[in-house]
């Protein structure tokens, strides 16, 4: 169901310091694509409604508050992540249109952003994204978590799949943006295969992205319930196994230990970059001070 709500404030500042974005700009609640690890089933609590998946919100008047909040910006360098907490090129964006509304605003004030999708839309919006980035810092990022199709279609059911995501970042390497991969989360025993890792490291150096992000899986709240019983439906034979590796809310270390040596070795059998701050960092240099000389 689609739903409106009044938007009363367009960004949010983030409370992480190590992050290089400042604020947050969501322009919907909620998220269609409906990821089994999604760590934004929280963000509906606020709004007394279960229904992540399928109860919708979209702020209305979005692009209005967003410019009024824009012209007050004092460091212009403030980094802008779209879509912290929902996917702003679900399928619902295909109607309603606001991204390239936001994106011409983010043209008209310099705006250095940082994207996140799971979705093809976005190249609706390529030659904003472009603009964009010919005048500061833009960074696209997707994330990839499996090559297995079948596998993929339970975990991330109404995304598009892995190896059109890597389509899209290639797009996008022709603009003057930083691309990247969040391999996040990596999920045990059912992404966390030398294979599956090797094959997104391959791809990403094929894709000429400019860094890979990987984290591991994290238990907590509400994705912890939605997740498990995920897990007991469609992998039943991995629930004694979670309950194990998640004892006390939090992933085993060894595990963790293991996991991260294989990641290392495909790092630098690849020589992909971890570093996305860096990109930023360098992008943002010759403009005003901002965050960035308090994080090196
Ligand atoms: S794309 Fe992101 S916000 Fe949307 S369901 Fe998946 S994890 Fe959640």
Sequence with gaps: MIKQIECKNALHKIKNDYLPQTYDLNIFRGCSHGCKYCYALYSHTYLDDKEYFENIYVKKDVVKVLEIELKKQKNKNDIVNLGGVTDSYQELEKTQKIMPEILKLFIKYKTPITISTKSDLILRDYDLIDELSRLTYVNIASTI?????????????????????FEILKEFTATNASIGVHVMP?????????????????????????????????????????FLNFL????????????????????????????????DELFKKYDISVNSSKLAEQKLKNHEPSLFDNLY
Excluded: C, W
Aim: charged residues 25%; hydrophobic residues 35%; aromatic residues 12%.
């Design 232 to 263: 007991k439906k469609d992998f039943p034979h991995l629930s004694q196994i979670y309950l194990k590796l998640y004892q006390g809310g939090v992933l085993n270390q060894n595990y963790k230990n293991n996991l991260y040596k294989i990641v």
């Design 145 to 165: 978590t499996i090559m297995d199709e079948t596998k993929r279609a339970k975990i991330e059911p109404n995304a598009v799949n892995s190896k059109r995501r």
């Design 186 to 226: 990596i999920i045990p025993f059912l992404t966390d295969s030398y294979e599956n890792l090797d094959e997104i490291f391959y791809l990403a150096k094929l894709s000429n992205v400019h860094y890979l992000l990987p984290s591991t899986l994290n238990l907590r709240g509400k994705t912890r319930d939605y």
